[in-house]
């Protein structure tokens, strides 16, 4: 059975950085592109970042583009979101999933397989 845990989260002041690692088990790690998506109290869940599954192609929403960057360690079946320059409007809990469809991410959480429970990201102005 798939499992996808994130860790990472935690509480930091406006302009620090942040690491969020993803771990998951129980299914090919490498032939699932990875997403991560960010969910604000009372507002949707959306995409924040996503990643093909050998890495070439990598996407992010606008608004953390420049500040944000994900990775991921097939080797380790892990997957990355490195945050730089946090803001309080990036206060959410952010999702890690897994998509098995083409090998290349999507930004739809429609498309997404599997999904972590999430990790708190709270950025204190």
């Known amino acids: 059975q798939a499992q996808l845990v994130e860790s990472g989260g935690g509480l930091v002041q406006a302009g620090g950085s942040m690491r969020l690692s993803c771990v998951v088990s129980?299914?090919?790690?490498?032939?699932?592109?990875m997403g991560w998506f960010r969910q604000a109290p009372g507002k949707e869940r959306d995409f924040v970042a996503g990643i093909s599954v050998n890495s070439v192609y990598t996407g992010y929403v606008d608004s953390v583009k420049g500040r944000f960057t994900i990775s991921r360690d097939n080797a380790k079946n892990t997957v990355y979101l490195q945050m730089n320059s946090l803001k309080p409007e990036d206060t959410a809990v952010y999702y890690c999933?897994?998509?098995?469809?083409?090998?290349?991410?999507?930004?739809?959480?429609?498309?997404?397989?599997?999904w972590g429970q999430g990790t708190q990201v709270t950025v204190s102005s």
């Open positions: 129980g299914l090919t790690f490498s032939r699932y592109a």
């Open positions: 999933a897994a998509d098995r469809r083409s090998g290349y991410y999507s930004a739809s959480s429609e498309l997404y397989d599997y």
